[in-house]
């Protein structure tokens, strides 16, 4: 079973910045195209970044500009680049496959932006 493991996340001001960094038991994330979703409270979980199967990369539209998605294949990690962070940008962020068979969601790392 492949456990999800979110960090990075914090309380940062309006325009800030923060990188967020996933990482999995096992070395698998390589091996599949990865993105990072969030969910804000009262809402539902949404996909904000992510891989595609030929290596590209795509983003919602909220964030495009602002969030850059990466991945260290040697290192096994796949990362959220957050810049020019806004109080909509406010939730917990996950990563996980962007498509079927996702893996088991992990605990997501809380992201604050206070205006």
């Known amino acids: 079973q492949v456990h999800l493991v979110e960090s990075g996340g914090g309380s940062v001001q309006h325009g800030g910045s923060l990188r967020l960094s996933c990482a999995a038991s096992g070395s698998i994330l390589r091996f599949r195209p990865m993105g990072w979703y969030r969910q804000a409270p009262g809402k539902q979980r949404e996909l904000v970044a992510s891989?595609?199967?030929?290596?590209?990369?795509t983003y919602a539209t909220s964030v495009e500009g602002r969030f850059t998605i990466s991945r260290d294949n040697v290192a096994d990690t796949v990362s959220l680049q957050m810049n020019s962070l806004k109080p909509e940008d406010t939730a917990v962020y996950y990563c996980?496959?962007?498509?079927?068979?996702?893996?088991?969601w992990g605990q997501g790392t809380h992201v604050t932006v206070s205006s």
């Open positions: 891989f595609t199967r030929g290596g590209r990369t």
């Open positions: 996980n496959a962007p498509n079927p068979p996702y893996f088991d």
